[in-house]
Nanobody, 118 residues
Framework: QVQLVESGGGLVQAGGSLRLSCAAS????????MGWFRQPPGKEREFVAR????????YYADFVKGRFTISRDNAKNTVYLQMNSLKPEDTAVYFC???????????WGQGTQVTVSS
């Protein structure tokens, strides 16, 4: 199974930006569709965005459309989430995972904390 490590979270002001990274452990990373998920405080984990194995197809949850961009660099075994125009309601622990459709197919790591202040 692919092992994933999220990084890049932090504390930002509303309207600011962050770029999250998800580093994979193996060369076969390019064979997997990937997704970002998040878990706000006291709430269940929710889908944020996905990208297919080649990076040619992306899909976003409505609440991040126009603000977040998912991308990948298979040569670096890494998936990114560029987050712009951040809102306090974006505060959450962000996770990446392999996906089948919109469903995570791998194990969950520790994620990376994103906190947006107002």
């Amino acid at each position: 199974q692919v092992q994933l490590v999220e990084s890049g979270g932090g504390l930002v002001q509303a309207g600011g930006s962050l770029r999250l990274s998800c580093a994979a452990s193996e060369r076969t990373f390019s064979s997997y569709n990937m997704g970002w998920f998040r878990q706000p405080p006291g709430k269940e984990r929710e889908f944020v965005a996905r990208i297919n194995w080649s990076g040619e197809s992306t899909y976003y949850a409505d609440f991040v459309k126009g603000r977040f961009t998912i991308s990948r660099d298979n040569a670096k075994n890494t998936v990114y989430l560029q987050m712009n125009s951040l809102k306090p309601e974006d505060t959450a622990v962000y996770f990446c995972n392999t996906v089948r459709g919109f469903t995570a197919s791998g194990g969950w790591g520790q994620g990376t904390q994103v906190t947006v202040s107002s």
